[in-house]
């Protein structure tokens, strides 16, 4: 195994086992704040999200991006971003405090203002991670990002609950984010070991912002996209359906995070170290795609299968609302978890600009699907999102795809065996769930659970996945790696 093939396999690996673990812990704070909360509650939460994730946006503007991108840089381009990012990071503190009572106003309620303020504390925090962050990311010294975002969801989510308990409501969820990105912010500073220099360079600058300010606007087009629904949601609506839309989201987007994520975080820089191989960047995306969708297809579909157990079992029946939700947009996950390194494929050739201009045309398809969809609530917002994100799928794929000559068919043609084998499973556990009658919600999911992962397995193994079988010689190659280190120590 080749010493790039080797840091890559160790930065997924260190990546993927870590975020298994997150994701079980997150899942199970997640349920146990749903239980103990309101959709209200959740709401809240959301509501101001919204707002302070779009000037989390700007308080980055791309530069961590530019900084994994540029082949040679320096301390001075490192110090520069710090002190840049820092001192946006304070402006747009202010700036949230100083719009808060408008944000409460918007919504037409109060408390809103008090969470605005709380939650503005993160930009400071974010914008000291985001250098020390990106070094470690860099030199693909993922373990310690891992440790970091582990500890600061143990912390925060053990606040959350023991705040849920004592009776705080909303305020367990506002304080949660807080905390994470506090511990979060320290452990990575730690573990990093960095200082910025009292040193500023406007054309450092100046040359991040060319690659930057592509990244930052592809990014801010697709914020406003991702969250114009819980907006209108939330004007129109109640907090009530934004709580619902928003918890929906977020359990399907957990594999996306979790799985999806993870593979792009690495391979942005790895696609970057190859960037002028084009074939073989070519070769470890479409890889890098299969492995992803061999998880996240049979999570999307499966999850569709038991939406009715597991709402009702596991969240409790006051959210009984998220069920026809989250089976449209199990369908959305499934071209979203293909769609999310395809970034990685146009930052790894420095086509960012590129990348805006596709998203110039995509989001305002996935806007004009919320706001048609709005009139009939919910399941229109949610149906709208579907049809958006199959159209603008195609789109996107097929334009990455031209920088690195990987054909749209030819792409469909490498993942069907794998939807293939995801549905033969998703459509026995939908039955089973339809036809067991035994009134015990969390009994009949535990049952199709384990007949889902049985039928997958075996189907896998039946098909002969080709991630599967990737995965299968990369686990063969490290054992023999290993042993052959052993031996000759």
């Not at 592509?214 to 209108?232: E, H, N, P, S």
Request: glycine residues 8%; contains cysteine.
């Amino acid at each position: 195994m080749s010493e790039y093939k080797n840091r890559v396999v160790n930065a997924v690996a260190i990546s993927g086992g870590s975020r298994v673990v997150i994701q079980l812990v997150s899942l199970g704070y997640t349920i146990t704040l749903a239980r103990l909360l309101t959709p209200d509650d959740f709401g809240l939460i959301t509501m101001v999200a919204v707002f302070t994730g779009f000037a989390g946006l700007l308080a980055d503007v791309g530069l961590g991006s530019a900084l994994i991108q540029k082949k040679d840089v320096t301390e001075l381009d490192y110090s520069t971003v710090f002190w840049t990012n820092l001192g946006l990071g304070l402006f747009f503190t202010g700036l949230i405090f100083i719009s808060s009572d408008w944000i409460a106003a918007f919504y037409q309620r109060e408390e809103l203002s008090l969470i605005a303020k709380i939650l503005s504390l993160q930009f400071v925090l974010d914008a000291i991670r985001l250098v020390p962050g990106n070094r470690l990311a860099r030199e693909l010294h993922f373990g310690y990002v891992a440790i970091a975002n582990l500890l600061g969801m143990l912390c925060a989510g053990a606040l959350a609950v023991y705040m849920a308990v004592v009776g705080y409501g909303f305020w367990a969820l506002a304080w949660q984010a807080v905390a994470s990105s506090v511990v979060t912010t320290l452990v990575i500073c730690l573990s990093c070991r960095w200082i910025p220099r009292l040193a500023f360079s406007f054309s450092a600058l100046k040359g991040l912002v060319n690659f930057s300010m592509y990244v930052f606007g592809t990014q801010m087009i697709q914020y406003g996209a991702r969250t114009v629904d819980k907006l209108l949601a939330g004007r129109y609506l109640g907090s009530d359906a934004v709580g619902i839309l928003g918890r929906a989201q977020t359990l399907l987007l957990l594999p996306l995070k979790n799985i999806s994520h993870v593979v792009g975080n690495v391979m942005f820089p790895a696609l970057s170290m190859v960037q002028d191989d084009v074939a073989r960047v070519r070769r470890v995306y479409l890889r890098s795609t299969q492995a992803i969708a061999l998880a996240t297809f049979p999570m999307m579909l499966g999850m569709m299968a038991v939406a009715d157990n597991f709402v009702v079992g596991v969240l409790g029946e006051q959210w009984a609302a998220m069920i026809p939700i989250i089976r449209i947009l199990s369908i959305a996950g499934i071209a979203s978890s293909i769609v999310t390194i395809t970034g990685s494929v146009y930052l790894s050739q420095g086509a960012s600009k590129l990348q805006f201009r596709v998203n110039l045309v995509t989001r305002p398809i996935a806007i004009l699907g919320v706001v048609i969809g709005l009139p009939w609530g919910l399941v229109g917002i949610a149906t709208g999102s579907l049809v958006a994100v199959l159209i603008n799928t195609q789109i996107t794929l097929s334009r990455a795809g031209s920088l690195i000559g990987l054909r749209l068919l030819d792409f469909f043609r490498a993942l069907l065996p794998t939807l293939i084998a995801a549905s033969l499973m998703a459509v026995p556990v939908f039955l089973i769930g339809f036809y067991l009658d035994l009134e015990k919600p969390l009994v009949e999911l535990l049952i199709q659970v384990l007949a889902g992962v049985v039928l997958y397995i075996g189907l896998a193994i039946g098909m002969k996945l080709p991630a599967l079988t990737d995965l299968h010689g990369l686990v063969k190659s490290r054992i023999k790696r290993k042993a052959g280190s052993e031996k000759s120590s």
